[in-house]
T-cell receptor, first 115, second 112 residues
């Protein structure tokens, strides 16, 4: 069975500081990995995805994530936080076989950006 | 303009009543999903469907029912058997390959 652990349910940074949101996964097969963002009372929007191509994945809004198989991690980073980045972020995993099309989500990390 | 629509945005229900949440997509996706979101618990899968006229239970299906009579539509019924139905409900869809899911804007259900 797959699982996702997001370390830190709440992360607070200052505007202009580095953003680092942590995600570790477990999967018995090569995974597909995703980061989604959710603004209050809205649906989820895909930030980026890893599907076994380049290990460093660039996404929207200046975010990127690096797949590290040896560490089973897929941490999300952004060099300089902006006030508009304040939202909840979810990491998700699925198996690359994709036959059941299911995603397993982490519990989310709420990012607060202080002026 | 392609996407997923959910209606209504906010829904209030009295205890003991069934209520149906609508989800429609025009992305020509085969797979559709329903999730429940509660604070601090992430997204939990209720039901999913990979093809018309077929669907499977997710992790928390008790007290819910679905149908998939058309490719574009995947309505969710919250029955009176669901003990704690107040939550934010999200619908999603996915095409073949990549497993990327696209989400609707959600319906917030409150039981009074």
């Amino acid at each position: 069975a797959q699982s996702v652990t997001q370390l830190g349910s709440h992360v607070s940074v200052s505007e202009g500081a580095l953003v680092l949101l942590r995600c570790n996964y477990s999967s018995s097969v090569p995974p597909y990995l995703f980061w989604y963002v959710q603004y209050p009372n809205q649906g989820l929007q895909l930030l980026l995805k890893y599907t076994s191509a380049a290990t460093l994945v660039k996404g929207i809004n200046g975010f990127e994530a690096e797949f590290k198989k040896s560490e089973t991690s897929f941490h999300l980073t952004k060099p300089s936080a902006h006030m508009s980045d304040a939202a909840e972020y979810f990491c998700a995993v699925s198996d690359s076989g994709g036959s059941n099309y299911k995603l397993t989500f982490g519990k989310g990390t709420l990012l607060t950006v202080n002026p | 303009d392609g996407g997923i629509t959910q209606s209504p945005k906010y829904l209030f229900r009295k205890e003991g009543q069934n209520v149906t949440l609508s989800c429609e997509q025009n992305l020509n996706h085969d797979a559709m999903y329903w999730y429940r979101q509660d604070p601090g618990q992430g997204l939990r899968l209720i039901y999913y469907s990979q093809i018309v006229n077929d669907f499977q239970k997710g992790d928390i299906a008790e007290g819910y029912s679905v149908s998939r009579e058309k490719k574009e539509s995947f309505p969710l019924t919250v029955t009176s058997a669901q003990k704690n139905p107040t939550a934010f409900y999200l619908c999603a869809s996915a095409g073949t390959g990549g497993n990327e899911q696209f989400f609707g804007p959600g319906t917030r259900l409150t039981v009074l």
